[in-house]
């Protein structure tokens, strides 16, 4: 009985605490709260222990008190801790523009670009600003909200709710932020410097400057993002429906599709489109039910699976199953990963489990040997 009792008091503790981690990773106002619960819920269980203590022994309940107030204690003192010396403490990279790592960009940035004014806006390289009007000067001297996400887009608006700085990452770019002293890229795309010593540097690799940022009105920001369809990620097999069944596409060209479904990449339509089985030349209007159920539970299983890991600092190589995998083993029957090649992207496929044995073909290649 008593082995039992301990068990479920354990267990209780460590959900309360799970609930403080879940606080602590949106802004750091609610962190504090969350480290207060997680304190005060190990309080409140010990004050039980200590008063039926006594029907198990008088020298039991001190070490239980111990057992479980250390660990509350113990996170509130380090959520204070975090939000006194700001987390320009620790550099953060965020990049690769699909749902996945904007998201983790998201939890990642929000609190240190709030931590401080805006010292120096730029420069920034013409090929990244899209904008003129407002100057970037302008940012100058405010104080940032946070971050915000938007399919693909990040958002970053000013604290009194006159400015939006929108940033695309395209494919190649990352969004980082620097500690105070710590050493970065020499001519970065686009970099805000921040009062305490932190800088918010955008970078791009390669010699392709596609990736963007914008300074707009919240306005412009909402018109700027008009065209954008609903987000991938819970939407569900009856609105998922709606839009397959809207127009006659291919499937992975309509994954991709940022006005038809907002969040969703090249990478994870592979990886979505081989745990749903589908091809990625089907056509979306010839999907059974039974298909969009099975499309519609691996967008938010595959997208799911990605931020988890990304949120634990997984690279490439263990979060894609069949993406940039070419022949190696499908993950779930064994046969070698095959691809179409295109100029601008590659599709990854498993043809035994997505197209009943049949290797797509790859026009590229085909025209080659013409």
């Known amino acids: 009985m008593l082995g039992v009792a ?8 460590f959900g ?12 750091s106002r609610d962190a504090e709260i969350g480290a207060f619960v997680s304190a005060f819920f190990g309080f409140l269980v010990c004050a039980v222990v200590a008063a039926i203590g006594r029907e198990w022994g008088g020298e039991l309940w ?4 111990a057992g479980l107030l250390a660990p509350g204690v113990s996170q509130l003192l380090f959520v204070l801790a975090v939000r006194e010396a700001g987390p320009a403490r620790a550099s953060v990279i965020a990049g690769a523009a699909p749902l996945v790592a904007v998201t983790i960009a998201v939890i990642a940035l929000d609190e240190p670009v709030r931590t401080f004014p805006i ?3 730029g420069p920034a ?9 407002p100057p ?36 190649a ?11 970065g890229p020499k001519t970065p795309a686009l970099r805000l410097r921040f009062q305490g010593g932190g800088e918010l540097v955008l970078t791009e690799a390669g010699s392709k400057k596609r990736a963007g940022a914008w300074l707009l009105s919240p306005a412009r920001a909402e018109a700027e993002l008009a065209h954008l369809g609903p987000e991938a990620f819970g939407l569900g097999a ?46 979306s209007t010839e999907l059974t039910a039974d298909e969009i159920d099975r499309l519609a539970t691996a967008i938010d299983e595959e997208l799911g699976r990605g931020l988890a890991l990304r949120e634990r600092g997984a690279r490439d190589a263990k979060v894609y199953r069949i993406h940039d995998r070419l022949g190696e083993p499908c993950p779930d029957c064994g046969t070698p990963i095959a691809r179409v090649d295109y100029e601008e992207h590659t599709i990854y496929y498993c043809p035994h489990c997505q197209t009943g044995g049949r290797v797509l073909k790859d026009r590229r290649l085909s025209r080659l040997l013409r």
């Open 6 to 13: 301990l068990s479920l008091l354990s267990a209780a503790l």
């Open 16 to 27: 309360g605490m799970s609930i403080a981690l879940g606080f602590a990773v949106r802004r």
């Open 62 to 65: 001190p070490f239980v008190l």
């Open 119 to 121: 010292e120096r806006a």
């Open 125 to 133: 390289h013409i090929a990244t600003l899209k904008t003129f009007e």
């Open 136 to 171: 970037l000067s302008v940012l100058e001297g405010r104080r940032l909200a946070g971050v915000e996400r938007r399919g693909k887009r990040l958002l970053l608006p000013t604290e009194d709710g006159e400015l939006v700085l929108l940033v695309h990452l395209m494919t």
């Open 173 to 183: 770019g990352r969004l980082r932020y620097l500690a105070a002293g710590e050493t």
């Open 238 to 283: 009856e609105e998922l429906s709606a839009i397959l069944r809207s127009e006659s596409r291919r499937l992975h060209s309509l994954l991709r599709d940022q006005r038809a479904l907002a969040g969703i990449g090249r990478a994870w339509a592979n990886e979505i489109l081989q745990r749903a089985m589908l091809s990625p030349f089907a056509l």
